[in-house]
T-cell receptor, first 113, second 115 residues
Framework: DQQVKQNSPSLSVQEGRISILNCDYT??????FLWYKKYPAEGPTFLIS?????DKNEDGRFTVFLNKSAKHLSLHIVPSQPGDSAVYFC????????????FGPGTRLSVLP | DTGVSQNPRHKITKRGQNVTFRCDPI?????LYWYRQTLGQGPEFLTY????????KSRLLSDRFSAERPKGSFSTLEIQRTEQGDSAMYLC?????????????FGQGTRLTVV
């Protein structure tokens, strides 16, 4: 059973519009969340993170929202650019879960020019 | 290049053979992770080192898998008696920090194909 779920395998968005990528988790002990971006033939690249003491973290065009009661987080990219086309992984961890991250299966984002 | 380096990038081996992969983390990073990724899935945690100490191992890591990080620098992951189910991308990541879980920086991975 997946503890971190990304129910949309793919998403297509027009350039300049908002991209919203969703992630749900089941383990209530998770208290730290990260988003990674992966291009083909490359390793995942860290994008943005959020601690459970916050409900929002923003870095340039990227904003992550956390809804702990719903065990849901989302990544907003505004405005979307063709270079954002990649696979996005949501990952979660917990202080008492060890030092490893649990990753979701990923969502492939395509930003169309 | 000061990123995480993994060698080889690709490895094709016959079933039953042993393979060894190497990871060179970012030089000042004290934490090193190994993950495995199969098609359509996210990376799955295998094992974690803090300096030279292997602190965590996933139950996914069978007895055929062994990892080392001598002197707390580079790490090797060995798979003995490879099986077709071992075919995957093996990712290494490193991070710096104590306490709060920091973000990890990943290498490009080693793609293993067992034929």
């Amino acid at each position: 059973d997946q503890q971190v779920k990304q129910n949309s395998p793919s998403l297509s968005v027009q350039e300049g519009r908002i991209s919203i990528l969703n992630c749900d988790y089941t383990n209530s002990m998770f208290d730290y969340f990260l988003w990674y971006k992966k291009y083909p033939a490359e390793g995942p690249t860290f994008l943005i993170s959020i601690s459970s003491i916050k409900d929002k973290n923003e870095d340039g065009r990227f904003t992550v929202f956390l809804n702990k009661s719903a065990k849901h987080l989302s990544l907003h990219i505004v405005p979307s650019q063709p270079g954002d086309s990649a696979v996005y992984f949501c990952a979660a961890s917990a202080d008492n879960y060890g030092q490893n991250f649990v990753f979701g299966p990923g969502t492939r984002l395509s930003v169309l020019p | 290049d000061t990123g995480v380096s993994q060698n080889p990038r690709h490895k094709i081996t016959k079933r039953g053979q042993n393979v060894t992969f190497r990871c060179d983390p970012i030089s000042e990073h004290n934490r090193l992770y190994w993950y495995r990724q199969t098609l359509g899935q996210g990376p799955e945690f295998l094992t974690y080192f803090q300096n030279e100490a292997q602190l965590e191992k996933s139950r996914l890591l069978s007895d055929r898998f062994s990892a080392e990080r001598p002197k707390g620098s580079f790490s090797t992951l060995e798979i003995q008696r490879t099986e077709q189910g071992d075919s995957a991308m093996y990712l290494c990541a490193s991070s710096l920090g104590q306490g709060l879980i920091p973000e990890a920086f990943f290498g490009q991975g080693t793609r293993l194909t067992v034929v």
